[in-house]
């Protein structure tokens, strides 16, 4: 069946950096829109970036953008978000998704994702 399973959360502090990873089992990874989400309790889901399976278009939510990259090798069924210049308010449990030759328009919407991981903390401390 088809898994995925993120690591590389952690306690920083802010102005740090965090690189979070996203492995693939199952599926054949480059087949598969990718993306990060994140949450904080009593909060919406929200998309931070996503990265489509043909043609490598990506999507950053703008309270990223310039700061957070996201990247995949299919070779290695991973998917990576980069993550610079931390600042508390990304502190969330972030989750990776996959979803199977799909495509994302203005915004990376979490409903076309049929496959969640089980979430990696980041806490940005300040």
């Known amino acids: 069946q088809v898994q995925v399973v993120e690591s590389g959360g952690g306690l920083v502090q802010a102005g740090g950096s965090l690189r979070l990873s996203c492995t693939g089992s199952?599926?054949?990874?480059?087949?598969?829109?990718m993306g990060w989400f994140r949450q904080v309790p009593g909060k919406e889901r929200e998309g931070v970036s996503c990265?489509?399976?043909?043609?490598?278009?990506?999507y950053y939510a703008n309270s990223v953008k310039g700061r957070f990259t996201i990247s995949r090798d299919n070779a290695k069924n991973t998917l990576y978000l980069q993550m610079n210049s931390l600042k508390p308010e990304d502190t969330a449990m972030y989750y990776c998704?996959?979803?199977?030759?799909?495509?994302?328009?203005?915004?990376?919407?979490?409903?076309?994702?049929?496959?969640w991981g089980q979430g990696t903390q980041v806490t940005v401390s300040s």
């Open positions: 998704a996959a979803a199977h030759r799909s495509f994302f328009g203005r915004i990376c919407r979490s409903d076309i994702f049929s496959y």
């Open positions: 199952g599926l054949t990874f480059d087949d598969y829109t």
């Open positions: 990265i489509s399976w043909i043609g490598g278009s990506t």
